[in-house]
DNA sequence: AGCTTGACTGTGG
DNA sequence: ACCACAGCCAAGC
C-alpha cells in the first residue's frame, strides 16, 4: 500500500454528498498531479473494500468514464439522488466540482 | 527486470 | 463538439 493510495482514499472519503471531484484532481491532492490513472486504479480495486463513494469520482470531462452500461446507471441514480444534476450522462463541473480548499490535505 | 494495460488529461486539428 | 496523439504512474504478467 502506498502512501499515495492512502491520501487517495482519504480523499475520496472526505468527499461530501452533493459534490463530485475529477480523478485528476484526486490525483492531484494526493500528490501526483498525473496520477489520475493510479486513482482509477484505487478507486476500482478498492472501493469495496473502503465502502468508498467511487460514484462521486467522475472524469475531467464531467461524465462517467466508464462503458459498463450497469453501473453508470447506477453511479448516475446516486449523484441524483444527492442533488447533483445529470443531463445525459454530464455533470456541470463549474457547480458540482469539489473545491481542492474544501478538502484534507 | 521489461512490456502491457487502464473508470485519465491536456493539447491540437 | 469529436477524434488522434502523447504523457504519466502503478499494478499485473
Known sequence: MTEFTERVIA???SVPAGKVVTY???AAMAGSPRGARQVVRVLHALSMKHGLPWHRVINAKG???FP???S???QMMSLE???IEVRNGKI???VYQLQAENLAE
Open 68 to 70: 459498463d452500461s450497469e
Open 11 to 13: 480523499i475520496i472519503k
Open 81 to 83: 439522488s444527492e442533488g
Open 63 to 65: 461524465e462517467i468514464g
Open 92 to 94: 456541470d463541473l463549474a
Open 72 to 74: 453508470r446507471e447506477i
Open 24 to 26: 485528476g484532481q484526486v
